[in-house]
């Protein structure tokens, strides 16, 4: 059993910082690649950023590099997502989702909510 619980989301002014967390427990030998998605109000999930057990790091959306880093911290199963210069479009519920095992089995957060408003 694995559980995912995301943290760090809130409410910020425009041109703000947020830095998300996500802490991955329970019957975990190795977590493979790790990834934010966030999914704003009216449209579908989409995938903002990716980081291998090596720390490779990928960015899907131009729209967000640049502006956010996706980091871990191996030795505490941790993602993280830093997010400055936050813009209203950035407005989503974001999710960890990760690959553990040999098999690469995928997990999801539950997902923490980010606005972005004055």
């Known amino acids: 059993q694995v559980q995912l619980v995301e943290s760090g989301g809130g409410l910020v002014q425009p041109g703000g910082s947020l830095m998300l967390s996500c802490a991955a427990s329970?019957?975990?030998?190795?977590?493979?690649?790790m990834r934010w998605y966030r999914q704003a109000p009216g449209k579908e999930r989409e995938l903002v950023a990716a980081?291998?057990?090596?720390?490779?790091?990928?960015y899907a959306d131009g729209a967000v590099k640049g502006r956010f880093t996706i980091s871990r911290d191996n030795a505490k199963n941790t993602v993280f997502l830093q997010m400055n210069s936050l813009k209203a479009e950035d407005t989503a519920v974001y999710y960890c989702n990760v690959d553990i095992g040999s098999s690469s089995r995928n997990y999801w957060g539950k997902g923490t909510l980010v606005t972005v408003s004055s």
């Open positions: 329970g019957s975990i030998f190795k977590i493979n690649n």
């Open positions: 980081i291998t057990s090596g720390g490779s790091t990928n």
